[in-house]
């Protein structure tokens, strides 16, 4: 992640691309196939949180495995990723989403509990990816340390599904809701979840910088 500064070296464009496409379609396909399988609400969010380790320990050289296009976002807000970069990026990450679907029996989409209003699902959705993104932007500042960062964030991620997963499906992440959705046909969620996800990245940055001053 350019943003994470895990990366040795001038990296190619390619190298970036392959990187967020990998390491997204590896969080997809691993985490939706816990839900396939019909595992635990516990043995799920553990798995995504597993998942979005790895795909940073093992992509995190070649593109920093955002693997998240708020996240992205949120770095190009910040300052920590270039422009030019964002486009492909957020193509890569949706892209690699709809590969990660493609490869597991039944991907489940990403909904609102019928108990919840759209309002409600909305704040819970903007609130944990607000707390997120705050978690990264403060492990990478304090941290270099790859390791350290993927275990910190997927920890985070796990923490946060467990606690919202049943209300939201613990989204966070618009690539992680595009693939499972398009491929069921539930595209009027998209700009739910897109909204509401990226705002809560955009508000992370406010937070760190008032609070949590470099």
């Known amino acids: 992640m350019k943003a994470l500064n895990l990366r040795g070296g001038a990296i190619t464009m390619r190298r970036e691309i392959t990187g967020e496409f990998l390491g997204t379609a590896l969080m997809v396909s691993v985490g939706c196939g816990s839900v396939a399988l019909g595992a635990s609400h516990l043995a799920v969010s553990l798995t995504f949180g597993a998942a979005v380790t790895l795909a940073i320990v093992v992509f995190g050289p070649l593109s920093g495995a955002h693997i998240n ?40 989409p990403t909904t609102v509990a019928p108990s919840l209003t759209l309002v409600e699902g909305f704040g819970i959705e903007i609130a944990i990816t607000a707390a997120l993104m705050v978690s990264i932007l403060l492990v990478v500042q304090r941290s270099s340390s790859r390791a350290v960062v993927a275990v910190w964030v997927g920890a985070t991620v796990a923490i946060l599904a467990f606690i919202a997963g049943t209300m939201t499906g613990a989204s966070m992440n618009p690539a992680r809701t595009f693939g499972p959705n398009v491929l069921n046909g539930m595209w009027a969620t998209l700009p739910f979840y897109v909204a509401s996800t990226t705002l809560g990245a955009w508000f992370a940055c406010d937070i760190k910088h008032r609070f949590f001053p470099d």
């Open 69 to 108: 296009p708020a996240v992205s976002i949120a770095f190009w807000r910040d300052g920590q990723l270039e422009g030019r970069l964002l486009p492909a990026y957020l193509t890569a990450q949706c892209l690699g989403a709809l590969a990660g679907a493609l490869v597991v029996s039944g991907a489940a």
